[in-house]
C-alpha cells in the first residue's frame, strides 16, 4: 500500500512539471525567447549556418599547441568530439523516440527547424567561449560562465548558470543517460528470458557498472575524456548511420510517404493521438535542444577547451556539430521509427526504435541497438562530467571541491538507474529550459562582438591568410586574457592558408 502511494506520489509530481513546463514554461517563454533570438543571430551573422558550411570541414583539421604542462592541448577535432559525447546521446535516440511518442511524426520536422535556425546561436556561444577562454594547466577551459563574466560584467548572473548547468548535465541529464542504459540492457535481457526489466537488483548491478567504467575515464583527465570521446564517436556514429541507410533502402517504397506524414503532421493537417499542433512543435523544439544543445549553452565549455589560431574557427566547428547530431543523427533514428511501423498511441515511449528495427531485422537487432545505446549514453556520461567539471572550476579551484563534485557525479549516476524515467525526463526539460534561459539572455548583447570577429575572420580569409586573432584586434574589448599579441616571426599570417 505505502508503495502504490508512494508511486502515486512521483506520477502526480511528473504531472504537474510537465503541466507547467508544457503550458506555461516552454510554450510562452523558451520557445519564443529561442525563436527572437536565434532569427536576430541568423540576420545579424548574415546566415553563417548556412553559407560558411564548407569552411567548417576545413577549420576542423587545424592543429593544437602545446599546453603549459608540456603535452598537447585540446584540438579542434577533439573539442568537437567532447561536445558532440554530450550531443550524440540518448536524445538521438530516446529523446526522438520520446518526441514522436507524443508529438506524433510532425514532431521530426520542428526539431529540423529548430536545428536550421538556432545553428547561429550555436556559432556565436561557441566563439564568445573561445575568446574569453582562460588557461589552466592542460590548456584552456571557458563557457557561458567566463563570458557572462568577462563580457557582460555579470558575475552573479554567470554564478547562476554555473549552478544551473551543473545541476543540469551532471546531476538530471546524467541520470537521464544512466536510466537509459539500465533500460536497453533490460530490453536486451527480457528478450534472452531473464525478465531484467522488472529486476531492481539488475538496474543496480547496471548502474555500478557505469559508475566503474565513468570513474576510469574522468579521474584521467580532460584528454583521457577527448580520447576516449574520439575513438567511439566515429564508431557508432557510422554504425547507426548505416543501419538506418539499410533500413531506407529496404523499405525505399515508403520513404516518399514517411515525408510525407512528417510534413502534414507538422503542421496540423491530420490529428495524430489528440496531439495539437503546440503539442508537437514544443516536442520537436525540447527533444532538438536537448539533443543537438544548440543555444543551451553546454557546448561553448567543450568549444573553449580547444587550441585554435582564432575564436571563430570553433565556433564553426561547433555550429557543424548541430548538422550531424540534428539532421543525421536524429534523422536516421526518425525514419527507423516511422518506417518500422510501430503503434504510437501519444503516451511517453523510449524504447520505440530498439523495436522498430526489431521488427525489422528480427531479435538479433534488438542486443545490436543495445550496444549502440550503451555506447551513446556512456560517451554522453562522459560529456555531462567535463561540463559539470568545467563550471566547478569556475565557481572554485579548490581540488577537495573537484574531487566531492567526483564523487556526487557518480552517485547521481547511479542512482538514475534506478530512477523512474517520466519523472528523470520532465525534470531534465525543466533545468535545461532554465540553462537556456539564462545563456540566450546573455549572447544576445554579446552577438555584435561575434559578428566582428567573424568579419575579422573572413577578411584575412579574403586575404589569403590562415585567419590569426590576437586581442589588440579588438582593441576596445575588455575581458579577454589570452590572445596575446605574438612576435612576426611567431604569427601564422605570415604563412599562407593551405
Known sequence: MLLAEEATGVDRLTDAIGVFNNDYFWLWLIIPLLAIVSLYITI????????????????????????????????????????????????NIIGVSIAISLGGPGAVF????????????????????????????????????????????????????????????PMVFNAVQSN???????????????????????????????VVLTALVIFGGVRRIANTAQALIPFFAGLYVVIGLILMAVNWREVPGMFTTIVEHAFGVREFAGAALGVVIIQGVRRGMFSNEAGLGSAPNAAASASVTHPAKQGLVQTLGVYLDTLVICSITAFIILLGQQEINGELQSDLTQFALTAQLGPWALHLMTVIILLVAFTSVLGNYYYGESNIEYLSSNERVLFVYKCVFLVATFLGSLGEISLIWTLADTTMGMMAMVNLIAIAPLTVIACRLLKDYNDQRRQGLDPVFTRDRLPDVRGIECWEPKAPSQSAQERPTS
Open 180 to 210: 537509459t542504459i539500465s533500460g536497453a540492457l533490460a530490453n536486451s535481457g527480457d528478450q534472452i528470458g531473464m525478465q531484467a526489466s522488472d529486476s531492481m537488483l539488475f538496474a543496480g548491478v547496471v548502474g555500478a557498472g557505469i
Open 110 to 169: 520542428w526539431m529540423w527547424v529548430m536545428a536550421l535556425v538556432v545553428c547561429g546561436a550555436s556559432f556565436v556561444e561557441s566563439t564568445l567561449a573561445q575568446l574569453y577562454k582562460v588557461r589552466d594547466p592542460a590548456g584552456y577551459r571557458g563557457g557561458p560562465a567566463y563570458y557572462i563574466e568577462k563580457g557582460l560584467g555579470q558575475r552573479w548572473l554567470a554564478v547562476v548558470f554555473a549552478v544551473v548547468l551543473i545541476l543540469t548535465f
Open 44 to 91: 545579424r551573422t548574415g546566415g553563417v549556418q548556412f553559407r560558411m558550411i564548407p569552411e567548417m570541414f576545413r577549420v576542423i583539421r587545424s592543429k593544437p599547441e602545446i599546453a603549459p604542462d608540456g603535452k598537447k592541448a585540446v584540438s579542434s577535432l577533439q573539442a568537437f568530439m567532447i561536445s558532440a559525447a554530450a550531443r550524440i546521446g540518448t536524445g
